[in-house]
């Protein structure tokens, strides 16, 4: 079962359409006095989770407020369940205006568990 809630466990009313996990590291790159490059990685790469899912306008309003607070969302995708809170406020565009609002929504979540 697919699904995405907050850290109360109310079910947040949402279709997942993807969910992609990458780790992103940090790293320096220099240009070296004989002209080589050297580049460092600074620590182990983070886990982060880019998801697009489809939910109604007044679900969108929830997860601006989750991105603001930070709230902590757990999520279950393709049976892998990932723990975490919302990078950055979602991107979401409006597909059917007239028909209850339905929306696409694309957001990252840094995932701690």
């Not at 990458?22 to 050297?38: D, E, I, K, P």
């Not at 880019?50 to 306008?57: A, G, H, K, R, V």
């Not at 950055?88 to 209850?100: C, E, G, K, S, V």
Request: glycine share 6%; net charge negative.
């Amino acid at each position: 079962m697919n699904y995405l809630k907050n850290s109360s466990g109310e079910l947040l009313d949402v279709e997942i359409l993807k969910a992609r996990l990458a780790h992103v590291s940090s790293s320096s790159t220099q240009r070296l006095l004989n002209g080589t490059w050297h580049t460092q990685v600074i620590g182990e790469g983070s886990p982060k989770l880019t998801m697009q899912l489809n939910c109604s306008y007044a679900t969108i309003q929830k997860l601006i407020s989750y991105a603001s607070s930070k709230e902590t969302l757990s999520m279950e995708f393709d049976g892998v369940e990932y723990t975490g809170h919302m990078l950055d406020q979602p991107t979401y565009d409006i597909i059917a205006p007239r028909l209850n609002q339905k929306c696409t929504v694309d957001f990252e979540l840094a995932v701690t568990g």
